[in-house]
């Protein structure tokens, strides 16, 4: 990385994420940059601007009409048309949806748009889930793309609202690498002036307050915030390595040769009438790569598939059914033979009480139409009932708040050995999805939470536990 002579100005936001800031700053100074902030009011209620004007040896800019800074009314135009790129980090909503529709009503903004077209604009959004995937966060985000600016995707993970899934502002080291690849390209190339910022206004950044005690207990923190920058860099590597090894040692592990499997998959119809019927978005594909990769690992495996359109793995017996009813009936007919069963389906909980023979015409009901539903049969609860002491069983727990709680009371109440939670507060993560973040929580094991990885490599850990269990 090499900033050596470039002069970026790091716009910061009202967001959680504004605590990178500092860190961002330092990092661009460390390779050579010369580094302008300018901030949201917002943004000073989540990072102190004294702490960016220690580390960047400038004032900060966050108000529009600060009379220290006008040099003749057009500190903006001097101050964006000297740097070499412009990078706002974090990026709010509010601040996209300006920059999107040229509203100039803050010191960023303006800056943000006197932007000369020979330096790039790079926006790292960083915000809640929703607030990011709403549809007018997205229509502002291809805007200001098809405007010219680079969009640096937020990430996947844990959230300030106590959720997890996109919006996390990426890592100190993506940002770096989407500005220095942004400054490397052949549009942007251009000869950069003298000074940062005219003569005349230089003089009013020359006086910069140095209160060491206080600068230490700033660089004490940011020391701090790079190193847990670092440890979670070396976590997320030695998780990758982990990931990688496991892939690669599958096909010659045969790590479960000679057992029986049972997998059930998919979602469960259950009919209202002859044409309708109660179902879910289950894709199966979680079901399906459990049975591709027991088979790779050896094992004689019998796949009971709700209705899906995926094609049977190689090796792998497949038995269709289309109700609840049937999926138990088929399960439970053959389960005592099995060494172990994972049930991946997801069936309906409820089913019509009794189901019309032929169609329902509209005439025949008034406007309102009384369904009557009864419970269908757990069937993993069932065979928790009734599972031999070699046997060894695994369900899923779909689950939206207390993750661990209720996973750990469907493991005792469906006295299942092994209960793998997915999270629906984990966007893409289910369902459709050919990835999935899931923890394993087992009886007699620690939880095991691993990051998201496609569904294979979850089938590949989920059967290694099993395989440790058997
Ligand atoms: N399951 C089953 N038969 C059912 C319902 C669920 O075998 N009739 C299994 C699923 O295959 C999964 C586990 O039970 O392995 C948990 O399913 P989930 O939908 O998360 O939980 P429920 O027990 O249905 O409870 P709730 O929907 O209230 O969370």
Do not use: M, Q
């Given at each position: 990385m090499n900033f050596s002579g470039k002069r970026i100005i790091l716009g910061v936001c009202g967001?959680?994420?504004?605590?990178k800031a500092p860190l961002l700053a330092r990092e661009i100074i460390k390779y050579g940059g010369e580094v302008r902030v300018v901030m949201t009011r917002a943004a000073t209620k989540f990072v102190a601007p004294l702490t960016l004007q220690n580390l960047t040896k400038a004032p900060i800019i966050i108000e529009m009409f600060d009379s220290s800074i006008q040099s003749g009314g057009s500190w903006h135009i001097h101050l964006a048309r000297e740097c070499d790129a412009m990078i706002i980090a974090p990026t709010s909503a509010a601040t996209l949806s300006r920059i999107a529709t040229g509203l100039c009503d803050t010191a960023l903004i303006t800056t943000a748009l006197s932007l000369p077209q020979s330096a790039p604009l790079l926006l790292a959004p960083a915000m809640d889930s929703e607030m990011w995937l709403h549809p007018a966060t997205q229509r502002n985000a291809a805007q200001v793309q098809s405007d010219g600016a680079i969009v640096i995707s937020p990430s996947d993970g844990d959230l300030a609202s106590g959720f997890s899934g996109i919006g996390r502002l990426p890592d100190i080291d993506v940002l770096l690498a989407a500005l220095s690849e942004a400054l490397n390209l052949p549009k942007y190339q251009y000869k950069t002036p003298?000074?940062?910022?005219?003569d005349d206004s230089e003089n009013r950044f020359a006086e910069t307050s140095t209160r060491p005690l206080q600068e230490t207990i700033e660089n004490d923190k940011l020391n701090a915030e790079l190193a847990f920058v670092e440890i979670k860099r070396e976590y997320s590597a030695a998780q990758a390595e982990r990931a990688h090894k496991t892939k690669n040692t599958t096909i010659e592990a045969d790590f479960l040769k000679g057992k029986k499997i049972i997998i059930t998959a998919g979602p469960t119809y259950e009919k209202i009438d002859d044409v309708r019927f109660i179902g879910n978005f289950s894709s199966g594909k979680m079901g399906f790569a459990l049975a591709e990769v027991a088979s790779n690992a050896g094992a004689n495996v019998t796949l009971i598939a709700g209705p899906v359109q995926l094609s049977t793995p190689q090796g792998v017996r497949r038995i269709d059914v289309t109700s609840a009813a049937e999926m138990y009936a088929a399960v439970s007919y053959q389960f005592s033979q099995y060494d172990c069963a994972v049930f991946a389906a997801a069936v309906a909980d409820f089913t019509p009480v009794n189901p019309t023979i032929g169609k329902i015409k509209k005439e025949s009901i008034s406007n309102e139409f009384d369904l009557r539903l009864e419970q269908t049969r757990d069937i993993l609860a069932e065979m928790g009932k009734c599972k031999a002491a070699h046997q060894i069983i695994a369900g899923f727990a779909l689950e939206s708040e207390n993750e661990i709680n209720n996973g750990r009371k469907k493991l005792a109440a469906k006295n299942a050995d092994l209960i793998i939670i997915n999270s629906v507060n984990k966007h893409g993560s289910v369902f459709q999805s050919d990835e999935n973040t899931i923890t394993i929580i087992s009886q007699s094991k620690p939880d095991r939470p691993l990051p998201r990885m496609s569904k294979k490599e979850c089938a590949m850990e989920i059967l290694r536990s099993i395989a440790e269990l058997l």
């Open positions: 967001s959680i994420a504004a605590y003298e000074t940062f910022i005219s």
